[in-house]
Structure formats: C-alpha cells, structure tokens
C-alpha cells in the first residue's frame, strides 16, 4: 500500500476518536498526521506519572508498565501490538482520574517536545 494511501486511510479512521499511546508524537510525526491535542492521552506527558518515568528516556514505557501493571514488555525486542495492548491497558488503569481532570479544565499533560507540537491541533 502506498504511503500516502496508509496516511489518509489512518487519518479517516482516527478522525474525532482519541489516541492512547506513549510517546504519541513519533507516531503522528512518523505518520505525517495532525491531531486535535483534546483526543491524545499520551502517557509519556500525563504528569502524574512523570515521577515514574524520570530520565528513563527509551525506557520509560516499560518501566511504567512494569511498576503499574506488573507486567515486562520489550523482553528482547520491540513488538508494537504489545505496546499498543500496554499502553491501553496502563491508560484505563488511570483514565477516571485523567478525564476527571479534563472535565474540569485541567490539562494534566505536559506538552511534547518542541519539535513535533505541529502534528497536534
């Protein structure tokens, strides 16, 4: 399938849903897709687990995983439905608290690096 083919059948699908994921940044970037910032929930920026995550850097996802679900991801090497199913999985552990807050008009996240904030709207 082309590229451009895969990019806006991808963009059809997420329209006006919300996307869980970790680090969601480098998906959308590699994707070359926008995003409204109100349907992301990336647990790399939710602050409550900043605290957790620290200066793990590529690490930080399963660290996280591993202290919240009890669970070891990327065991030897990268397997993407395994982090999507984490993520998910790490995402509804929390999420009554993480819409609570943006309920209430508190955006819990940090924003994402400087130079991937052009793929959220």
Excluded at 22 to 29: M, T
Aim: aromatic share 10%.
């Amino acid at each position: 399938m082309p590229f451009a083919h895969a990019r806006d059948l991808a963009q059809r699908l997420l329209r006006n849903k919300v996307i869980v994921a970790y680090e969601l940044w480098k998906s959308l970037d590699a994707l070359r897709l926008q995003h409204p910032a109100d349907l992301t929930r990336d647990l790399a920026t939710y602050l409550p687990v900043q605290t957790i995550i620290g200066a793990e850097g590529d690490n930080g996802f399963q660290k996280l995983v591993q202290q919240f679900m009890n669970r070891t991801i990327r065991n030897g090497f990268h397997h993407p439905v395994e982090d999507a199913r984490a993520a998910m999985d790490l995402y509804r552990s929390c999420a009554t608290d993480w819409e609570a807050l943006i309920t209430t008009s508190v955006w819990p996240c940090l924003l994402p690096p400087e130079e991937f904030r052009l793929w959220y709207l």
